[in-house]
């Protein structure tokens, strides 16, 4: 039954990535506000988790609401249990991630192991890459701890540039040798840095399109109209970096016709110079 409840899981958890992807930042996921099925608590949607080694140890939710033993924030977190005879090798996946090129994207957790009085100790990697397949296939972690030990929270960190804009997932591999007990994570931050040849023009003034969503039309405001580049070209790119259009712009009152876009997330650059002095996200949805 154990085994039959996590393949059903695994299969719905991977459904619900259709429905989720990460585009607002700073994005936070503290596990807490999860459904339940058959008894357990599912992943938050656009969470996915793989059990490479089709045992009955996978990444899924704990709870303890009467007390703060596993969770940091309560009254939930992530956790791996743990396979008496066998070591891990399971993946817990963040949602897509609508990452622009030369952006970086700032991903902190906690972590601690659950001991039972034997010493144990846990191992976890972190990958990115553009799909779970991909991430799988790589070598090189951008967080590695093989000798988790602590019980109290520990907070981890790390960084990733993609070099072409669009959607990414972090993934969390747990490679446990056999008879531990159980590894836990919580308070999941990923957070975007803009790039200083991207930024917002002239750092301070803030570049927007309005209206966000558009079917239509939208129009360029700046926080300082002063500071308006003269005749800078606008381009519009999809999350693959495709580049989908360009306007020159005369002033922030020409309208930008956008009717010929399919629905979807856009990355609208402000071009001055050859150089980008403006960045921001153009979501199109009749």
Request: charged fraction near 20%.
């Amino acid at each position: 039954m154990d085994m039959i409840n996590g393949i059903f899981l695994l299969t719905l958890s991977a459904c619900s990535n259709l429905f989720a992807q990460i585009d607002q930042f700073p994005y936070i996921e503290n596990f807490d506000e999860v459904e339940f099925y058959s008894g357990r608590q599912q992943l938050p949607t656009g969470w996915t988790f793989e059990n490479e080694n089709n045992d009955l140890a996978f990444w899924e939710i704990i709870t303890d609401e009467s007390t703060v033993e596993y969770a940091r924030t309560p009254p939930n977190a992530a956790h791996m249990s743990y396979n008496p005879v066998e070591n891990a090798d399971d993946w817990l996946f963040t949602p897509q991630i609508e990452m622009i090129a030369g952006n970086e994207y700032d991903l902190s957790f906690w972590f601690k192991k659950v001991d039972t009085g034997f010493g144990t100790s846990e191992k976890l990697n972190v990958f990115a890459g553009e799909t779970t397949q991909q991430i799988k296939n790589k070598t090189t972690p951008i967080f590695k701890n093989n000798t988790i030990s602590n019980e109290q929270f520990d907070q981890g960190t790390a960084s990733f540039t993609p070099t072409k804009s669009g959607t990414y997932h972090f993934g969390f591999h747990c490679y446990s040798e056999a008879f531990q007990f159980l590894l836990v994570i919580d308070d999941v931050k990923i957070e975007e840095k803009i790039h200083a040849g991207v930024r917002n023009i002239y750092e301070e003034n803030e570049l927007k399109l309005f209206p966000n969503p558009a079917s239509n039309q939208v129009y360029l405001t700046l926080a300082d109209v002063e500071s308006f580049p003269r005749n800078p070209m606008l381009q519009i790119y999809n999350v693959s970096g495709r580049l989908m259009g360009q306007q020159q712009i005369q002033s922030n009152a020409d309208p930008i016709d956008v009717s010929e876009l399919p629905n979807g997330w856009y990355i609208v650059q402000l071009i001055d110079n050859n150089r980008r002095v403006g960045q921001c996200r153009l979501l199109i949805n009749r």
